[in-house]
């Protein structure tokens, strides 16, 4: 049996994530995650970002690996850039929970660490910007949740008169984005042990 084989990647804005299409019209108009590296077969991403988030994604060839980072015990951080300057009132909102939109019902959120970043994060600037600055201002915000809703981040500020224009996850875990520069892949020796310890790197892969 082959050693399980582990890669951190920072996700471009405009991709997908997964690794291809069968259907030729998608394959002509998408970006994919195979278009970044050549993965071995097997290859998951743990999670998903949606094509127009940014960010830390973890891949695998194992199974377990895959199911024990999805559990709800592990902190998955965001920065959101928002439209507006949000206050107070609407982090707090985001902190004790807020009502979402999920498979055409209404989920509640549990509680998470929100809070307003005080400084745009040092980020590279997306491909597409973001809009126009006459529009007016914005500001950021670090979300962090244990769970996974579908657009759950964006759908959150949305619900607390914030919608996001960016979105960016920079933690999973103990595995932090900095570093990684936008489309780059670094395969590591392992991922998260069973008690959530950090990561060991290993080959960085250009």
């Not at 030729?24 to 094509?51: S, V």
């Not at 024990?68 to 707090?92: M, N, P």
């Not at 529009?135 to 244990?146: D, E, K, Q």
């Amino acid at each position: 049996m082959s050693e399980s084989r582990h890669f951190l990647l920072h996700k471009p804005f405009g991709y997908l994530s997964q690794f291809r299409s069968e259907d030729a019209r998608e394959a002509r108009k998408k970006k994919f995650l195979g278009a970044l590296h050549d993965f071995p077969a097997g290859t998951m991403a743990i999670g998903r970002l949606d094509e127009h988030s940014e960010g830390l994604l973890l891949l695998t060839t194992d199974g377990r690996v895959s199911e024990r980072i999805r559990r709800k015990d592990v902190e998955k951080e965001y920065y959101a850039q928002v439209d507006g300057l949000i206050t107070e009132e609407a982090v707090a909102q985001l902190q004790t929970g807020v009502a979402i939109g999920v498979d055409g019902g209404i989920y509640r959120t549990l509680p998470c660490a929100a809070f307003r970043l005080p400084a745009p994060p040092d980020l590279p600037p997306r491909t597409r910007k973001i809009r126009d600055d006459r529009h007016g201002p914005t500001s950021w915000v670090s979300i962090t949740v244990t769970e996974g809703k579908n657009r759950q981040v964006r759908k959150m500020t949305a619900a607390v008169g914030f919608p996001t224009l960016r979105l960016v996850r920079v933690r999973i875990g103990t595995i932090g984005l900095a570093g990684l520069v936008a489309g780059e892949v670094r395969e590591v020796a392992a991922l998260l042990t069973p008690d959530v310890a950090a990561v060991a790197l290993a080959t960085e892969i250009r």
